[in-house]
Every structure is written in C-alpha cells, then in structure tokens.
C-alpha cells in the first residue's frame, strides 16, 4: 500500500444510483493504484435537497417541480442505496463547507470529480467543488469532472477562471467540457472516460451478482427518468414484436404502459436489471453507460431534461462510433424513428475503442496521482 493518502470530492448522496456508481467506480480506480482513499463526506445541499427555495428562484417553477418529483421518485430505493454505499465505499467524517479546510491537511491529494461538479448553471455554484479549500496548489488533481452545460454564466466565469487556473492538469467527460476550460483558462483538458465505463463488464458483473434478484427469460428493460412518450412508444413495440414484458426502473412517466416496476431497486440490482435485458430504453446517461459496459442493444433518449447535458452522451457516443443510438425526442411522436431497423451494435468494434480509451484514462489518472 502506498503511503501517500488521497481524499476524492464527489457527489454521492443524491439519491441517484449513477451517481453513486460513478463514485465508487473513481475510489476503486484510485485504490488499485496502492493508495489509500477516502470519499469525502460532503453534503451539497443545493443539490441534495431540492426543496430549498433557492433553488425555485434558480430554476424556475417547472424544474423546481420536477427536481422534488425526482427525488420522491427515488426515495424508496434510499435505504438500498445507502447500504451500497455503507458496505462498498470509504467515506471520512460528515464535514461543513468550513471543515473541509482542515480535513484537506489529513491528505496529500485531493481529487474532484467525476460527475458533474462544475455545473453552476442548474444550481447554486459550490466552490468547494474546484476546490476553493485546499490551499496548496500542488495538492489538486481531478478526474473526468463535467460541467453538464453548454455555457457558463457570465456572473460565474471568473470564478471558473480562478481556480481551474490553479490545477496543474485538467480532465473532463465531454467535449464541450473541453472548450469551456479552453475558453476559460487557455489550458488544454484532456477528455477521458466517465470513471464507471474505465471499469469493464467483469468489474460490474461482480456487483450485479450481490443482487438477490432472479428473473427468467428475456424482457425490456426501461430507465425513463423525465416524460418521454417516444421512449415508451417504442418499448411497447418491441415487447409486442418480440412477446417480452417491460421491467421500469421508475414508474412510466411519457404514457400509460403496463409492466413491473422496481421501486426499491438497489444499485446491485440495477445492473442485474441492465446486464440481463434483451434491450435496454433510457434517458439516463449512467444507464446508457453500463448499457455499453454489458454489451446491450440499447436506445437513448434526448429529452427536455437531459438535454443541458446532452454533450456528454455526444462525446462518449461520438468516440464509440455509436451517435444513431441517441434518439431527440422532441419531433418523434409526428415524426417517429423505426429503432427495429437499427442495425445491431458491433460490440467488437466498440471493445477495442474502449480498451484504448480505458488506458487514456488511466493513464491520466496515474499522472494525476504521482
């Protein structure tokens, strides 16, 4: 074990299992460096707690409402999670904003990232999350941070500009991440891989075998977390065509569809849920990334609230060769898209892309490390 301690500075208790997912997939790759790691508990309310007001004032009545209604959609499957997160991740003491200064000096690194830590636009901007805590400068790395928007608001770029100035390298999970950093500071990003597809299907199987769950014979899988008629238009249409149920992950929000929802749903069995489907229906981005880890016919969905984000699913889908597997929904009820004439993925094709990118990213990992 290397002597050196790192601390990571991710979200994680938001209730969203690709959040979670994503943090540990970060620590395990830093652990199998030989350092010691610990997940720094650190609660940003802004996001954690959608029924702040500020947040109404932030975003307006209509995603005001629909964050609550995220959050109470998810909340049966929190004690689920949370033992996920108990039994699978390293977390240091609950800390304030004003604690996270001394807590720093326990470790020599302090890496941010990789979910969507620079995201100001949606809620209210968290320094702490470019790391307005750690004095040192050489004490800052980061690790495919996204910024899960298009622009940054003129009354937050020289707050960006400030203190990504001070990392000595930079990483993001999209292309338009890249330009922003460009933009903001002159410095080059390097675009690496959202840390849960860094890891392969083996990596993952191992979780989705702790679920308890056993289902027999085929079926749909559909992770439909916003209002998308088309997406659940054309699950319909493949269980009729192939005569298989439709499992939810959440309840149908775009139309009236009939099948099993998995309320409770722990992330072990979310990936058994996605790595034992016949196809897989989202519009969730870590949803659509273990769709790639387990080698499924999937079908993403660009809805009205994904799509601030949508650059990151361009950039991974863009690398893998796979973009007519992002479907924008917006015209596709007058205008629908035949997803039983897409041609099967060539996941060998994919494979070998990803083992190079995998490395990338590792590598940059590594650097940041040492």
Not at 111 to 118: E, K, L, P, R
Not at 132 to 140: G, L, T
Not at 153 to 178: A, C, H, M, N, W
Not at 324 to 330: I, M, S
Request: overall charge positive.
């Amino acid at each position: 074990m290397n002597t050196r301690k790192i601390a990571l500075l991710t979200p994680f208790d938001t209730g969203n299992i690709g959040t979670v997912l994503q943090a540990y997939a970060t620590q395990s790759l830093i652990k199998e460096k030989g350092y010691e790691t610990e997940l720094i508990y650190y609660h940003y309310d802004s996001i954690q707690n959608p029924f702040l007001i500020s947040n109404l004032f932030k975003r307006g009545l209509k995603n005001y409402i629909g964050s609550i209604a995220g959050f109470l959609m998810r909340s049966p499957a929190k004690k689920a999670l949370w033992s996920f997160i108990k039994t699978h991740l390293q977390l240091t003491e609950k800390v304030s904003h004003k604690e996270l200064g001394v807590l720093a000096q326990r470790f020599d690194k302090i890496i941010v990232g990789s979910d969507c830590v620079w995201n100001g636009e949606a809620f209210t901007l968290e320094t702490a999350y470019l790391l307005d805590f750690v004095e040192e400068d050489v004490k800052k790395g980061n690790f495919a941070s996204s910024f899960a928007c298009d622009m940054i608001p003129d009354g937050q770029k020289e707050i960006f500009k400030k203190y990504l100035s001070k990392f000595k390298t930079l990483s993001v999970r999209e292309d338009r991440g890249k330009e922003l950093i460009k933009e903001l500071t002159g410095k080059e990003a390097t675009v690496v891989l959202d840390p849960t597809l860094v890891r392969d299907q083996f990596f993952w199987s191992e979780i989705a075998a702790e679920s308890k769950l056993q289902i027999k014979g085929d079926y749909i899988f559909v992770a439909e977390y916003a209002i998308s008629a088309a997406l659940l238009r054309d699950a319909e249409k493949l269980a009729r065509r192939y005569n298989l149920p439709i499992y939810f992950l959440y309840p149908p929000k775009g139309k009236k569809s009939k099948g099993k929802i998995f309320f409770k749903a722990s992330p072990q069995d979310v990936l058994y849920l996605i790595q034992n489907a016949k196809f897989v229906l989202t519009d969730s981005y870590h949803m659509m990334i273990f769709s790639i880890n387990f080698s499924k016919e999937f079908f993403a969905y660009q809805t009205k609230t994904n799509l601030p984000a949508i650059s990151k699913y361009h950039s991974i889908l863009r690398i893998l060769h796979l973009e007519r597997r992002l479907f924008p929904t917006e015209n596709m009820m007058q205008n629908p898209v035949d997803i039983q004439k897409c041609p099967a993925i060539d996941y060998g094709s994919v494979s070998e892309i990803l083992e190079k990118e995998r490395k990338i990213s590792k590598n940059y990992l590594d650097s940041v490390l040492k």
